[in-house]
């Protein structure tokens, strides 16, 4: 017993963490547990999964199977009533689970209003208002018609969008071409300016960019994505490296189709001065990865992460189209010089697709350029992605982290991994004004809300007990 208590003193703290506060005070050496109990469920439903653990399992495996082996191609672009499933000239597409005109957020209305103005359908802000709150104009989210759209995610009739083809199983996944940052319509932005770049966007960028890749046939694109996460991105928050790639590989094919160099020029121009502009390609690539595991019994694999500004949703494989929503929280960001978390609106858009297929949060500990916004340590990073690697289902067999020693990035969000282990999915992400017509006001971090996940875990266990049989 004297030999202990003549020892230095070491504390492994297994309580709140507000207990340790007062070792590292007295610089008593003390190390905090990582510990929290499981998300609070009703028992009878944790007894499920142990009763079906081995078929849920089974279940995911394929799920991920199908996620992983996945290949999205860009095959080229069209007009979104040409080519997205169901699309109709009064359709708005909008980013999220479902939300009424009642209900969405400023970003959301704002996006709306401009491209109403843009599609001819209003002469000024307030027609485009008080039309959009009519019966003319019908809603839905971008990902029931295989679509994706980033923050506000709006997509109209006429609006051009990338297609993309899985050339594994033959889905396909569609999105806008990005316009940038700041003032732009994704982020509820609706001003004269807002609208003549869209207007070019369609005369030049479009045409521009559909006969060079109808030149060059189609583009890897998981390739690209996973060259980029060896060059500094996560691409989600960051695309600086994917967006060299694809310019690179767009480049003499856009030189040789233009209709003069002036065309290409500023074509190049502007992909060159968008950083970003991969994101709206790697949005769908990851959409049509995930659309390939849906529908599969038992699954507890997560196929959609989404948020509209109002509302955060999820999907699981083995739970069809069912959306599960909570409310969409407000991320920690940093923000533009005379804008603070006040007029931070709550998190928004279809992007976090991408953490969904193991990358942005997920893979944060690639990307040291934006760890400023996880606490501005690597290490900060490199804990965001560890933590993550508790939840999923899987180590990706494409996408790696190079400071892990290549390892595979955590993929394929298992939602009873989500509530068994109370680790909630990491997602960086932009920020958008509260108010509508204002933009950007800057970029940051969150964990999903649990609510969307405890009600999803409650759903598929609903639907195992519904469709189990002596026979299962």
Same mark, same amino acid.
């Given at each position: 017993m004297q030999n202990i208590i003549n020892k230095e003193l070491k504390v492994i703290n297994i309580g709140l963490k507000s207990f340790k506060e007062p070792l590292d005070k007295m610089n008593i050496k003390s190390v905090q547990v990582d510990f929290a109990p499981p998300l609070n469920v009703d028992e009878k439903y944790l007894k499920i999964v142990r009763e079906n653990r081995e078929k849920i399992e089974t279940a995911n495996q394929e799920a991920v199977q199908k996620i992983l082996n996945s290949k999205p191609f860009l095959v080229g672009l069209e007009q979104a009533i040409d080519v997205i499933p169901g699309m109709k000239k009064n359709f708005i597409l909008h980013a999220g689970p479902p939300v009424t005109w009642d209900r969405m957020c $400023?970003?959301?209305?704002?996006?709306? /209003? $401009?491209?109403?103005?843009? *599609?001819?359908?209003?002469?000024?802000?307030?027609? #485009?208002?008080?039309?959009?709150?009519?019966? !003319?104009? *019908?809603?839905s989210s971008c990902h029931e018609h295989s679509t994706v759209g980033p923050m506000a995610g709006i997509v109209s009739a006429s609006m051009p969008v990338f297609i993309l083809k899985n050339e594994e199983y033959g889905n396909k996944a569609f999105c806008t071409m990005n316009e940038g940052l700041g003032k732009v319509l994704r982020y509820g932005a609706f001003n004269d300016d807002v609208i003549k770049k869209l207007k070019w966007m369609d005369s030049v960028l479009y045409p521009t960019l559909k006969k060079a890749i109808g030149q060059m046939g189609k583009i890897d694109l998981k390739n690209i994505m996973a060259q980029a996460l060896h060059m500094g991105d996560e691409v989600h928050n960051r695309n600086r490296a994917a967006t060299s790639l694809?310019?690179?590989?767009?480049?003499?094919?856009?030189?040789? /189709?233009?209709? %003069?160099? @002036?065309?290409?020029?500023?074509?190049?121009?502007?992909?060159?001065?968008? %950083?970003? &502009?991969?994101?709206n390609l790697s949005m769908p690539a990851c959409k049509a990865s995930l659309d390939a595991a849906r529908n599969i019994k038992n699954s507890s694999v997560v196929v959609v992460m989404s948020r509209n500004g109002t509302d955060f949703g999820v999907q699981l494989s083995g739970t069809g189209d069912e959306w599960f929503t909570g409310t969409a929280p407000v991320p920690d960001a940093l923000f533009f010089p005379g804008f603070t978390k006040e007029d931070a609106n709550p998190d928004i858009g279809d992007s976090s697709i991408t953490e969904t297929n193991g990358l942005g949060g997920f893979a944060i500990a690639a990307s040291p350029a934006i760890v400023? &916004?996880?606490?501005?340590?690597?290490? %900060?990073?490199?804990?965001? /992605?560890?933590?993550?690697? !508790?939840?999923?289902?899987? !180590?990706?067999?494409?996408?790696?982290?190079?400071?892990?020693n290549f390892r595979g990035t955590p993929t394929g969000?298992?939602?009873? @991994?989500?509530? *068994?282990?109370?680790?909630?999915?990491?997602?960086? /992400?932009?920020?958008?004004?509260?108010?509508?017509?204002?933009?950007?006001?800057?970029?940051?971090?969150?964990? #999903?809300? #649990? *609510?969307?996940? @405890? @009600?999803?875990f409650v759903g598929l266990m609903e639907k195992i007990i519904k469709k189990s049989s002596p026979t299962d």
């Open positions: $400023g970003p959301m209305k704002g996006a709306i /209003t $401009g491209a109403l103005i843009y *599609e001819g359908l209003a002469a000024n802000p307030e027609q #485009a208002q008080k039309i959009a709150a009519s019966s !003319e104009i *019908e809603y694809l310019y690179r590989t767009l480049a003499p094919s856009i030189v040789q /189709t233009a209709d %003069d160099s @002036k065309t290409a020029a500023s074509v190049l121009d502007f992909i060159n001065n968008n %950083d970003h &502009f991969f994101l400023q &916004f996880v606490g501005g340590s690597t290490k %900060d990073a490199i804990n965001c /992605t560890m933590q993550m690697y !508790e939840i999923t289902a899987a !180590e990706n067999n494409v996408y790696q982290i190079p400071y892990l969000i298992d939602v009873i @991994k989500v509530v *068994e282990k109370n680790v909630l999915p990491f997602i960086d /992400t932009g920020v958008a004004h509260k108010e509508p017509g204002i933009g950007q006001v800057g970029a940051g971090v969150l964990s #999903a809300p #649990a *609510e969307p996940f @405890k @009600k999803a």
